[in-house]
Nanobody
């Protein structure tokens, strides 16, 4: 399974970005997909997930600002990020977990928020 993440970039604090993650197969084959991020010198942390059934979950730090969604016709998930803060600066990774438990990661896309 290949995951292609895109949409990162440089944005001012308070601005918005939308990340995309295109999968190489039908995303209904995944039990869950999501976004993680890793800031410099820190561990990779969960940002948001969406299950096969469409249930979503968010890290407390992004609740109310970020929205995860999917387009099954395009085999793509999205992360809409609003009201960005400098602490959101990180490399964002797309993740997919199959029903077998096998896990795949995208290559990461850098988000830089300037204050």
């Amino acid at each position: 399974v290949q995951l292609q993440a895109s949409g990162g970039g440089l944005v001012q604090a308070g601005g918005s970005l939308r990340l995309s993650c295109a999968a190489s197969r039908n995303i209904f084959g995944f039990g869950m997909m999501g976004w993680y991020r890793q800031a410099r010198g820190k561990q990779r942390d969960l940002v948001a997930t969406i299950t096969n059934a469409g249930s979503t979950n968010y890290a407390d730090s992004v609740k109310g600002r970020f929205t995860i969604s999917r387009d099954t016709t395009k085999n793509t998930i999205y992360l809409q990020m609003n009201s960005l803060k400098s602490e959101d600066t990180a490399i964002y990774y797309c993740n997919a977990v199959q029903f077998t438990g096998d896990e795949s990661w995208g290559q990461g896309t850098l988000v830089t928020v300037s204050s």
